[in-house]
Every structure is written in structure tokens, then in C-alpha cells.
């Protein structure tokens, strides 16, 4: 069955540093990829997303690259900023397009 | 503005006691989903309803109930039957179905059931 798997948390990381969280997937088929964020006491927020292989998602100064060979689509930061702070979520689409299979999030804290 | 409104924030109820979890957009949007979040754990999926007057099962629909009666509108019931209803609960839409739509989320309500 479809499965995503994150890396565990928390990633604490001081301001202005790089940011990567692994994420990998199990699928049949070709899915589409998401990562989405959530801030505290709050819903879910699209960040980005792939809908093919070698698609890259950009938004916010965050990237993902759809890796099909790898069954890959790390999330990566160049500088983050302590608003950053927030759970980050890995999905992917399951065949019909009728659900989201999400990974258990990566808590990343960002200090001043 | 449009988006997903969720009402209320928090609930508190009592075991054997049924609840209703609203759930509005105003997207315009054919599909919506019920999700639930438990601490340290991704979102699993309850229903889904991709037109008014279908709804279909997700992972963990025991206990819960449904209704699509209006395009705007997802009502969710939480049921005596559910064993562990406390949980964040999390509305969805999408446009329509299929791999290339996101969804888009409410801000979630948090039952609490003692």
C-alpha cells in the first residue's frame, strides 16, 4: 500500500542555517507529492507540491524535488528564519486522487 | 474571502454523548474530507465526499458518521461507538478529485471527550 516516511523530530536549528527533512514514499503508480505546514492550534497549509518525476516545488524560499528513482521528495531551505518554526508534513495522492496519505511530521524549531 | 470555516474551536463533551463537527467552505469546491490528528501522528483520513449526496469511507470511519446534503457543507458526527474520539479534527476541500489537486484545510477543531 502507499506509505510516506519522515524523518523524526524535532530539528532544532539555529537562524540562517540550511534545512533539509527526508521524506520518502511508498506508491503504486505515479502519485502527487505535498508537503504542507502546521503552525501551532492550527489547519494544515499547502507549501508546495510535484505532480511528476523531476518536477521541483518551490514557494517561501523552500524546495522539493519529485525524485521517482529515489522515491524521494526531501524538503530543503537555504536560510531559515525563526517564523519557520512549525511541523512540516510529507503527503502524497493516493491513485484515485481521492485522499492524501500523510507522513507523522517533522517538528523544526528555530532559534534566534 | 474564501476558505474553510471550522466552528467551534474547541468542544468538550462527555462519554455516550454524540457531536457534531461543522465544517463550511465557501470554494465552491466539489470534494471535501474529514481528517483526524492525533499527537505525533500524521492526518488519517475519515470520509470523503467528492459531490453532494455521496460520501465514501476512509481508513477509520468506525464510529463516525457523515452528510453532504449542500455543495458548502460537511457535517461530521462523532458517535458514542468511536472508543477514542478525542483528537484534532480537520476539515478539507478540493477543487474536485484526482492527482493533480491539492486540498485545502480548515483550522480544525479540538474535541475533547471525558
Known amino acids: 500500500g502507499n506509505s510516506v516516511t519522515q524523518m523524526e523530530g524535532p530539528v532544532t536549528l539555529s537562524e540562517e542555517a540550511f534545512l533539509t527533512i527526508n521524506c520518502t514514499y511508498t506508491?503504486?503508480?505515479?502519485?502527487?507529492l505535498f508537503w504542507y505546514v502546521q503552525y501551532p492550534g492550527e489547519g494544515l497549509q499547502l507549501l508546495l507540491k510535484?505532480?511528476?518525476?523531476?518536477d521541483k516545488g518551490s514557494n517561501k524560499g523552500f524546495e522539493a524535488t519529485y525524485r521517482k528513482e529515489t522515491t524521494s521528495f526531501h524538503l530543503e531551505k537555504g536560510s531559515v528564519q525563526v517564523s519557520d518554526s512549525a511541523v512540516y508534513f510529507c503527503?502524497?495522492?493516493?491513485?484515485?486522487?481521492?485522499?492524501?496519505?500523510f507522513g507523522k511530521g517533522t517538528t523544526l524549531s528555530v532559534s534566534s | 474571502d474564501g476558505g474553510i470555516t471550522q466552528s467551534p474551536k474547541y468542544l468538550f463533551r462527555k462519554e455516550g454523548q454524540n457531536v457534531t463537527l461543522s465544517c463550511e467552505q465557501n470554494?465552491?469546491?466539489?470534494?471535501m474530507y474529514w481528517y483526524r490528528q492525533d499527537p505525533g501522528q500524521g492526518l488519517r483520513l475519515i470520509y470523503y465526499?467528492?459531490?453532494?449526496?455521496?460520501?465514501q469511507k476512509g481508513d477509520i470511519a468506525e464510529g463516525y458518521s457523515v452528510s453532504r446534503e449542500k455543495k458548502e457543507s460537511f457535517p461530521l458526527t462523532v458517535t458514542s461507538a468511536q472508543k477514542n474520539p478525542t483528537a484534532f479534527y480537520l476539515c478539507?476541500?478540493?477543487?474536485?478529485?484526482?492527482?493533480?489537486?491539492?486540498?485545502?484545510f480548515g483550522p480544525g477543531t479540538r474535541l475533547t471527550v471525558t
Open positions: 478539507a476541500s478540493s477543487p474536485g478529485t484526482g492527482l493533480l489537486y491539492e486540498q485545502y
Open positions: 510535484a505532480t511528476k518525476a523531476d
Open positions: 465526499s467528492q459531490i453532494v449526496n455521496d460520501f
Open positions: 503527503a502524497l495522492s493516493n491513485q484515485a486522487g481521492t485522499a492524501l496519505i
Open positions: 470554494l465552491n469546491h466539489d470534494a
Open positions: 506508491a503504486t503508480g505515479y502519485p502527487s
